[in-house]
């Protein structure tokens, strides 16, 4: 888990305790909710990185545009 993602994993994670009642929580571990975490973490990473893929699109685009020459200026 990336050290920026850990407070948000811990707070999804809380908000998901709190919502379950007492018989509920008492039967998922610790063990449980690391590998919740865990698929948390993933799913984050995974929209970062897909973001980060469109930036990189949107770049090559400018840089792409910005290469043309301009004629009749």
């Known amino acids: 888990m990336s050290q920026n993602q850990r407070p948000v994993v811990a707070k999804v ?3 998901f305790k709190s919502r379950l ?3 509920a929580l008492a ?3 610790d063990a449980q909710f ?3 975490a865990s698929l948390i973490d993933e799913a ?3 929209e970062v990185a897909a973001a980060a893929d469109l930036v ?3 770049a ?3 840089r792409a ?3 043309k020459p301009e004629l009749g200026l």
Do not use: G
Request: proline content about 0%; overall charge negative; aromatic content about 0%.
């Open 27 to 29: 039967q998922i571990t």
């Open 13 to 15: 994670i809380e908000a």
């Open 34 to 36: 690391s590998d919740l």
């Open 65 to 67: 545009s910005a290469r």
């Open 21 to 23: 009642s007492d018989s």
């Open 56 to 58: 990189d699109e949107l």
């Open 60 to 62: 090559r685009k400018l």
């Open 44 to 46: 984050i990473a995974d």
